[in-house]
Nanobody, 127 residues
Framework: QVQLVESGGGLVQTGGSLRLSCAVS????????MAWFRQAPGKEREFVAA????????PVADSVRGRFTISRDNTKNTVDLEMDSLKPDDTGTYYC????????????????????WGQGTQVTVSS
C-alpha cells in the first residue's frame, strides 16, 4: 500500500520558518521524483518545488525562490521542504506527490503529471 504522509505544518507569523516533511512507503522511493504543491482556499493547486530521484535537480516556483528549499533522503524515504521568510500568501494546504521517473532534469510542474499524493498539511502564515 502506497502512502505519502506529510507533517510539519502549523501556524507561524510573517517572516517565520517551517519545515515540512513527507514520509513515503510502499514504493521504490529512489525511482521517483518528488514534488511539493500547495492549494489556498478558492484557488487551484500550484507547484512549489520538485526534486529528481538523485537530488541533483531542484526546480522551484518563482514565488518561493530564495525562500524555500527542497531536499530528500533516499535512505529514509523522506522529502522535506524548508520554508523561510514566510508570507501570508504562502498560506494553504501543502501536498507532497510522487512521479515515477529517472529523469535528472526538466521535471513537470502540473499537478496532473504527479501521483500518488499525500493528504496534505496545513500551513497558515499570520500577518
Amino acid at each position: 500500500q502506497v502512502q505519502l504522509v506529510e507533517s510539519g505544518g502549523g501556524l507561524v507569523q510573517t517572516g517565520g520558518s517551517l519545515r515540512l516533511s513527507c514520509a513515503v512507503s510502499g514504493l521504490t522511493f529512489s525511482s521517483y521524483a518528488m514534488a511539493w504543491f500547495r492549494q489556498a482556499p478558492g484557488k487551484e493547486r500550484e507547484f512549489v518545488a520538485a526534486i529528481t530521484w538523485s537530488g541533483k535537480y531542484t526546480p522551484v516556483a518563482d514565488s518561493v525562490r530564495g525562500r524555500f528549499t527542497i531536499s530528500r533522503d533516499n535512505t529514509k524515504n523522506t522529502v522535506d521542504l524548508e520554508m523561510d521568510s514566510l508570507k501570508p500568501d504562502d498560506t494553504g494546504t501543502y501536498y507532497c506527490a510522487a512521479l515515477r521517473t529517472y529523469a535528472d532534469y526538466l521535471l513537470p510542474t502540473r499537478p496532473r503529471d504527479y501521483g500518488p499524493w499525500g493528504q496534505g498539511t496545513q500551513v497558515t502564515v499570520s500577518s
